[in-house]
Every structure is written in structure tokens, then in C-alpha cells.
């Protein structure tokens, strides 16, 4: 059984069923899937696709859904007994679903591991009960939670470190988006939920007016997640925005690739970014009562991945009511100046070399098929 809840998840969960099949033909997999896990071959009991979303308002509203999905999942797996019940991410609902399936006897193995380093790190206690093997995707997580007692942990690496490449590049992607590969190009992306979209998009709408009066020459790039529509991301934007800002779909890397500056929702895009060395700016903005209720329970220095794994901030990070036109235009700015464009570069590169080598996903799945031999 294998079970993930938002789009990463879903890739990283659909990366690591394709490298155990590759490994043993015989897997049979069912759970809560995305569209790239059902592409995998894995049986869908719950879809997850309406599930990704985040905050306490959210999650509120379609509470019932949840607590479904919640049981139907637990009573599929108590019925077919798998060999292990692998949980993708998702944390809030996977630790819980962990608890419920581990007191009956089943292994569970938990694939990036819960960022409890980041907030709430009492859970730790979940983990050792709960949880028989833990796989860690970044370099510091197995060493915080050995710290902590948890022993059954391996570092994989990171899923994106070696596949985090643009289909072709910067004269390709101005050819295909009439663009100016001789003038800078900068990327802004809101995020892959449509809250993060309604929140986002509009202060980086102000900083690209803001940016056309600072340098004419930027040509903005407005780039839809996959998991977003172009007519979701135009309704947030005027007539006169949509003509000046190029809309991008199902080119993120490229357009990644292609730009001189970034501007980033923090998450996994950060990291792609960095695989990518794209100096970027990391920006987030929640609702006032998900802010101030979730942000007090953060124990960590900095918001942004990229930043974690560098143990310092080398990405500005712009959150909640930092986050104006004004802000992000002025640090976009500066990122487009040759000689911090350069020094960004280098940093981005560090981070790359410390995410690991690539092959986490086969790394991953070799861990659990000697977890299950022994």
C-alpha cells in the first residue's frame, strides 16, 4: 500500500513504485493517488488530487473528505494486508493513518520523512512508535532525528538531484514564447494550490508593474503549475498584465532554466530552482489566522528549503506581510545586478552538491526491499 496527498508527493511516490517494480516485478500497489501514481500502474482507493491543500481554514471545510479518505484507506489495508504500507509526505494525515495501521501489525515505512525538525518536533515521539523504517530526502534530517532516538533511518537523497534538467534551453524557450533571449528574463511562480495562486500571484502582479518602470528591459514570466489552469491564473490577472507578462504552461523547468532571476512560492520549486542554479527570491503568504496559528509552531531559522540546505540564507525570503510589489520588485532587482547574479550561482551550486547524487528513488527502494527481506 502506498499512499501520498499533494502533487510532489505524488511524482516522488510515482518515481519510487516505478524503481521497486524495476527491481521486482511482482509488486502489487493500491492507495491514495495522483495522476502520476495511477500512471505508475498503483490502484486507487482514495484519490488524493482534491486532497492537497493546507491550513487549518482549508482543511476545515472539507474535514468529512478527509476523514473518508481516512477510512477508507485504513479499512483496505487492514483487509488486503499488505507486505508494508509505504506513506509519502503528507505529514497531518500520514502520521495519523500510521498510528491506525501500525497498532494492528503492519510495517510502515514513511518516505520523506515528516519536517518535524521544522515545527512541531514532539511528534518525534509518533515516529519511533509508529514508524519501522524511515527514509530522510535531505542531508541534516538523519542526524536530527538520531539525535532524537530514531533509529531506523536511512538518507536517500534528495529525488530531484540528477533529474531536475530543462528540456532544452534559453534560445528554445524565448523561440517557442517570443522572447528576447539578449534581454533578462525573470520567472514567478505562485504555487501549485489554488489559495497559494489567489494569495501570491497578486504582490507579484504589483512588482512586475514595478519592475517595467525600474527596467523596461525585463521580460516577466508567469508560469501556471502543472496542477493549476491558465484561465485560473488570467482571472487573477488584468487585460493589461496578461499582454505584458508571458503565460507559461507545462515548461516550468525550462522557464526555470531560461531566466536570469525567480521569483518562488517556497517549496519544492525552490529546490528545482537551485538544481537549476536560477538565483531566486523565496516568497510565501498564508491567511492571517493560518499564519499566526501555524507560523508560532516553526522552530527553524529560515522559511525556504533551498536555504535549510544551505544552513543559511542565501535566497531572500519575502513572508506574509513582507511579501508587496514593492519588496519583491526591489529584491528582484538587485538579483539581476551581474556580480550578485554570479554569487547567487555559486551558493545555488553548493546546495546542489549537498542533496546528494542521483538515484534516490532507486536508493529508496533498495532500502525497502532489504527492510522486507530481513
Not at 502489487?28 to 495522476?35: D, E, H, M, V, Y
Not at 489495508?77 to 509526505?89: F, K, N, Q, T, Y
Request: net charge neutral; glycine share 6%; with cysteine.
Amino acid at each position: 500500500m502506498i499512499v501520498a496527498g499533494e502533487p510532489s508527493g505524488d511524482a516522488h511516490a510515482a518515481a519510487l513504485v516505478t524503481a521497486l517494480q524495476a527491481n521486482d516485478s511482482g509488486f502489487n500497489f493500491f492507495g491514495a493517488t495522483g495522476p502520476r501514481m495511477r500512471a505508475a500502474g498503483v490502484e486507487t482507493i482514495v484519490n488524493s488530487d482534491d486532497l492537497a491543500i493546507m491550513g487549518i481554514v482549508e482543511v476545515g471545510s472539507v474535514l468529512p473528505r478527509f476523514i473518508s479518505a481516512f477510512r477508507k484507506l485504513r479499512t483496505a489495508a487492514i483487509e488486503r494486508s499488505p507486505d508494508a504500507v509505504v506513506l509519502v509526505d503528507w505529514p497531518e494525515f500520514n502520521l495519523r493513518l500510521a498510528s491506525a495501521l501500525h497498532r494492528r501489525g503492519l510495517k510502515v515505512i514513511y518516505y520523506i520523512s515528516p519536517q518535524l525538525w521544522a515545527w512541531r518536533p514532539r511528534r518525534v515521539s509518533n515516529i519511533k512508535r509508529d514508524v519501522d523504517l524511515l527514509l530522510s530526502i535531505l542531508p541534516f534530517e538523519a542526524e536530527w532525528y538520531r539525535d532524537r532516538g530514531v533509529v531506523h533511518i536511512d538518507f536517500v537523497g534528495h529525488p530531484l538531484s540528477g533529474e531536475v534538467k530543462a528540456s532544452f534551453g534559453r534560445e528554445e524557450f524565448c523561440r517557442r514564447n517570443d522572447l528576447d533571449p539578449s534581454r533578462p528574463i525573470v520567472s514567478f511562480l505562485a504555487g501549485s494550490r489554488r489559495k497559494e495562486l489567489e494569495r501570491i500571484l497578486p504582490p507579484m502582479i504589483e512588482a512586475i508593474r514595478t519592475l517595467r518602470i525600474a527596467r523596461p528591459d525585463v521580460q516577466p514570466v508567469v508560469v501556471v503549475a502543472p496542477s493549476r489552469t491558465a484561465e485560473e491564473t488570467l482571472a487573477i490577472m488584468s487585460h493589461e498584465e496578461s499582454e505584458v507578462a508571458k503565460l507559461v504552461q507545462q515548461q516550468t523547468r525550462e522557464a526555470l532554466g531560461a531566466s536570469d532571476a525567480a521569483a518562488i512560492a517556497s517549496g519544492t520549486a525552490t529546490l528545482e530552482a537551485a538544481l537549476l542554479e536560477t538565483p531566486m527570491v523565496v516568497v510565501y503568504k498564508e491567511s492571517p489566522i493560518n499564519w499566526h496559528t501555524l507560523g508560532r509552531l516553526i522552530t527553524v531559522p529560515h522559511f525556504g528549503l533551498v536555504n535549510l540546505v544551505a544552513g543559511k540564507e542565501i535566497a531572500k525570503e519575502l513572508m506574509q506581510d513582507q511579501l508587496t510589489g514593492q519588496n519583491l520588485a526591489n529584491e528582484l532587482l538587485k538579483l539581476l545586478e551581474p556580480e550578485t547574479n554570479r554569487a547567487a550561482r555559486v551558493s545555488l551550486r553548493e546546495v546542489a552538491e549537498k542533496l546528494g547524487q542521483p538515484g534516490a528513488s532507486q536508493r529508496a527502494a533498495q532500502s525497502i526491499l532489504k527492510f522486507l527481506q530481513d
